[in-house]
């Protein structure tokens, strides 16, 4: 009941901001409104996690003529709906404050909680037609955001692409339902799970979801929109797309794989690894080039997609051999990377606009010096970066840690695609880590320390109280999903237990708190162990500093490469931080090209130096398919100049080819 009011409770919020919207207070209640529903369906996801399998639900006399609309909370959707209702309660908090500086917020507000709603309804359907339309309501209002500053050149592409991708995956989505619904046209979600899929049917039941779900996800080659959309929305809405959206996505990659199909093969599984592992080398290397913040974090998102996919197929993998054990740790690690991604990425993206806030500026090499100006922002972003960089003890190394202890037992099955292909993909995982940390190293030096490289990044201050506070609780739950994984980690053996068909806690062999997923000896790990450690010694060296070194206070001026002048621009930029990493994939992966224009003795005009790249996915396939629509469109176009008699000529020309029709099937 407490879900169903809270759901309900979303539209009338955004009817109330269209009736209410001219009253200076009106969007501060709307998002304080959105924060209440987002606590109370918070509150129902956890009274439901670890619940009976099936129970409860509800069905209601609305949809389509011969099917009611039927609802249901299991282990899966009510770990979800926390997922998504602790960033959306967040988000709708640093809302209230940051909405004051957007400058068309009657364009964002009202289509804010019918995102919410939309994400929170796929949750919840026990059926095809629900989850479709719910499905769409969350595409649709996201997208009216995205389009929100259509002013801009940019932000309208950005819209279009965007729109195109989420056509795309309904259109994939809605056969891949009406095949496991049947000949008897039963979409009920119950009716699906006796469905047999094997054959042709199963294989297009698994293509087609990748697809639909893969797109709204972000995977590689379906990622175009996602490093468009995000950075054209408002900063609270970037947060939730990126952590909160895509979770949605893999919510129905998991719903039917693991739940309405249940009998997937190997080789998807070792598909779906591949897959993950160029998706993670792939978006953290579009990241390390970006220069503008809210991009880099979007691409972001898709390296950790890809390792959670990576952690999904090798479920698929284990669970098609019979190591049910094996596929339920795999699950467990990709689940627990979908929570933690959801709380590091959301803060980051709150601390971008937060940044964006203060300075006006999205450029991380028109930032510097920010940790002095904005010191709350700086340490929480800190806090983010390292969990996105997958630093111990923080989140988001805890389940990247456990996607790889997985992938040490992948070899073990007796099919030697996994026997090769797990150290690949275990390399490439490896590699994707590395680079992330590179990245965020580059993103957080080149934005917050160092010296401000513009007047605006000069004159930044601290954002309002209710925005700072957003990111303190974020970043301590990176913090606490970090430092004590076990609880969660058991709370998920809930989860994977009716997918899987064994309950696996993590914890088992050495108990709390203690994550031992092979074995009591070896590749052990505690998070809370570590802390205690490090601030143990911590305190040590502080004592031993304070006990035998000098209190004599001793300046000195800094040393800058022989530089005594107050330069900004003998620091280190973003484009010459990533130039090494530039030179040694840029040159073949997206054929960057770097050009030095250098003046002549006498001529005193500056020195110019270029750096040009491609994205070569869009240049290889959306650039390409673009161009034949953009011809198919032009020639279909000259048929409304046509004359009268080239109208009539057409309309006689299609009679004759349908009585031509007609005679094949008559003689046939």
Known sequence: MLIASALLSLPLLSLFIIAFGRWERAHAVAYAGCFIACVSLFSGGLEHLGGVWGAPNLVLPFGLPWLKAHFRIDNLSALFL??????????????????EHLHERRRVTPFYPLFLFGMNTVLVADDAFVFLVAWEFMSLA??????????????RRAAAVYLMMAVFGTFCLLPALGLMAGAGGDYTFAAMR??????????????????????????VPLHVWLPLAHPAAPSHVSALMSGVMTKVALYGLIRILFDLHGDVGWQWGAAMMVVGGITAVMGVLYAVMQDDIKTLLAYSTVENVGVVVIGLGLAIAFKADGENLLAALALVAGLYHIVNHSVFKSLLFLGAGAVITATGKRSISQLG???????VTGAAFLVG????????????????????????????????????????????????????????????????????????????????????????????????????PVTVTDALSHVVQPLTGVSFKVSADLGWPWLSPVSSNRGSYSGTVLVMVGLALFGAVILLVHRFGTEAVRRAD?????????????QYTGPSFAQPIRRVFGGTVFRARESVVMPP?????????????????WDGVYGRIGGIV???????????????????????????????????????
Request: net charge neutral; charged share 15%; with cysteine.
């Open 82 to 99: 926390l997922v998504i209702n602790f960033s959306g309660a967040i988000a709708s908090a640093y809302a209230i404050g940051y909405s």
């Open 558 to 570: 800094a040393w800058d490469c022989g530089h005594r002048e107050d330069i900004p621009q003998t």
């Open 601 to 617: 003795p006498g001529d005193d005009s500056p020195a110019r130096h270029t750096v040009s790249m491609i994205d070569p996915v």
């Open 142 to 155: 996201s997208w009216l955001m995205v389009l929100a500053d259509h002013e801009k050149p940019d932000n």
């Open 194 to 219: 006796l469905k047999d899929l094997s054959g042709v049917t199963g294989f297009l039941v698994v293509l087609l979801t990748l697809l639909g779900t893969g797109s709204k996800a972000g995977l």
């Open 385 to 484: 970066a390292a969990a996105a960089s997958s630093l111990p003890p923080l989140n988001g190394f805890v389940s990247e840690w456990l996607i790889l202890q997985t992938l040490f037992k992948g070899p073990g099955l007796p099919h030697w695609a996994m026997k090769f292909g797990v150290p690949v993909v275990g390399a490439l995982l490896a590699l994707a880590a590395a680079l992330a940390a590179a990245c965020f190293v580059r993103a957080y030096g080149i934005a917050f320390l160092g010296r401000p490289r513009t007047d605006a990044a000069r004159q930044a201050g601290e954002v309002t109280f209710g925005m700072r506070a957003s990111l303190v609780v974020l970043a301590g739950a990176c913090v606490v999903l970090g430092v004590i």
């Open 630 to 668: 953009n011809w198919a469109a032009d020639l279909v176009n000259r048929l409304q100049y046509l004359t009268v008699r080239g109208y009539l000529l057409m309309m006689f020309c299609t009679l004759v080819f349908m009585l031509l029709v007609v005679a094949v099937r008559q003689q046939s």
């Open 369 to 375: 010096g920010l940790l002095n100006r904005l010191p």
